[in-house]
């Protein structure tokens, strides 16, 4: 069993940026891939970003590339995922998950197995 914890969100204003971690407990993070989705209020969960356990393989939403970078160190069993030029629509509370891909990543929630509660990431404008 893996527990997964978000950190890092918070209140930012456009064009600011923001760091979230997750961070495995329990077991490590091997040698599971790790992802980020996001929902925002009213809207379906929606794929942000996913990487290998090796970290060789990655993908994003395509409409995030170039503003949000995902990694990973696996010494610290923790991914990242950074956020620049936050924009409003960006407001979403963002989650977590690790399932045994090694990419490429269709972005399908299913393949996901552990899911972590979520951090909340404000944009104002």
């Known amino acids: 069993q893996v527990q997964l914890v978000e950190s890092g969100g918070g209140l930012v204003q456009a064009g600011g940026s923001l760091r979230l971690s997750c961070a495995a407990s329990?077991?490590?993070?091997?040698?599971?891939?790790v992802a980020w989705f996001r929902q925002a209020p009213g809207k379906e969960r929606e794929f942000v970003a996913a990487i290998s356990w090796s970290g060789r393989s990655i993908s994003y939403l395509d409409s995030l590339k170039g503003r949000f970078t995902i990694s990973r160190d696996n010494a610290k069993n923790t991914v990242y995922l950074q956020m620049n030029n936050l924009k409003p629509e960006d407001t979403a509370v963002y989650y977590c998950a690790a399932g045994p891909g090694h990419g490429p990543f269709s972005g399908a929630s299913q393949e996901y197995d552990y899911w972590g509660q979520g951090t909340q990431v404000t944009v104002s404008s």
């Open positions: 329990g077991r490590t993070f091997s040698p599971y891939a």
